[in-house]
């Protein structure tokens, strides 16, 4: 069978279902409706993050980007910080103390009268790209530093990485965000990146390392043969897979 027919027959298959993805970051939401296989339906809608702003504000901001954007069955959120049963534990780059306890999947499924879901950001875009196969590791750097890691395809208990110490006294979060790298220029910032996959390295053993986020296109380095620099879209596809397993 050609790769078209098999296109063609996949999308014959594929389930109807469609999935609101949200993408919460540093610096801007994004959102996308989404077929199964992660494919965008229409168009990605995109707005400033209001940083400081108390919780509520954020849902009701995502509501509003959302309004525009074509009917869907579900909604998956990606979320910049730990979260677990539903609610925000951390948000260290949304800098507002109401996140700490915040019901988010509740909120924004009530708001949007639909089913959610909410996992980490990274966790949620490592659903786009891991491909299964033994311990793969993924590394989001944008306004701050996110991880996730997976085993066989699933991801395991999230780990707030980002917030270790990582040098000079300076976790990974300060170290590789947006504001370290305007500070030292992004020559000095790829030089520790380097040194923080090989750390990375050293504490999972991973069988393979997906670089994404914003600033994966400022990557000036050749990099070893099992780590991949993957697009950024990919925090957008992950929500469909986040509705195939019980994270």
Known sequence: ?????????????????????????????????????????????????????????????????????????????????????????????????AWAGYPLEIELGRRLDKPARLCNDADMQGLAVVGGKGVEMVITLGTGFGTALYEDGEPVTHLEIAHLPFRHGETFDEQLGERARNAIGTKRWNKRLRKAIALLRVLTQFDHLYVGGGNSRRVR???????????????????????RRGV
Do not use: C, Y
């Not at 380095?221 to 509705?243: C, F, K, S, Y």
């Open 221 to 243: 380095q050749e990099l070893p043969h099992d780590v991949t620099l993957v697009d950024n879209a990919a925090g957008i596809a992950g929500g469909a897979r986040l509705w």
């Open 1 to 97: 069978m050609s790769e078209l027919a098999w296109n063609q027959t996949s999308a014959l298959l594929e389930p109807a279902v469609r999935t609101l993805a949200i993408d919460i970051g540093g610096t801007s939401l994004k959102a996308a409706v989404v077929s199964a296989s992660g494919a965008v339906l229409g168009v990605k809608v995109r707005v400033a993050t209001p940083v400081g702003a108390h919780p509520d504000r954020v849902v009701a901001e995502l509501v509003d980007l959302v309004a525009p954007l074509p009917d869907h069955d579900r909604v998956a959120i990606g979320f910049p910080g730990m979260v677990r049963d539903g609610r925000v534990l951390t948000a260290p780059n949304l800098k507002h103390e």
